[in-house]
Nanobody, 123 residues
């Protein structure tokens, strides 16, 4: 599995912006589809965004979040704007070989995960 490390989480206020990063290693980065998920306490892991060649967003974040893939740095970025307290969750980076990229919104369809980075949005 490719090794993923998220960073960039922190405490912000409602309406603020925050940028999360995911560094990948241990695999051929361009051979993987990449994704972002998030999970609140007591809830299932939730799809946020993904990219193979086409970038997809969950309706809850579309228009506010931007998925950026930096292939030269083996890194993906999640730029988050207009944050609300509902975005106060732990965010995870995910990867799966492109050949296995199918149900992108299902956490079980992804093979590699980072440890996550916590985002807290105060009101």
């Amino acid at each position: 599995q490719v090794h993923l490390v998220e960073s960039g989480g922190g405490l912000v206020q409602t309406g603020d912006s925050l940028t999360l990063s995911c560094a990948a290693s241990g695999g051929i980065f361009t051979g993987y589809a990449m994704g972002w998920f998030r999970q609140a306490p007591g809830k299932d892991r939730e799809f946020v965004a993904s990219n193979n060649w086409l970038t997809r967003y969950a309706s809850s974040v579309e228009g506010r979040f931007t998925f950026i893939r930096e292939n030269t740095k083996n890194m993906v970025i999640l730029q988050m704007n207009n944050l609300t307290p509902e975005d106060t969750v732990r965010y995870y980076c995910a990867a799966v070989p492109r050949s296995r990229y199918r149900m992108y919104g299902n956490p079980g369809s992804w093979g590699s995960w980072g440890q996550g980075t916590q985002v807290v949005v105060s009101s």
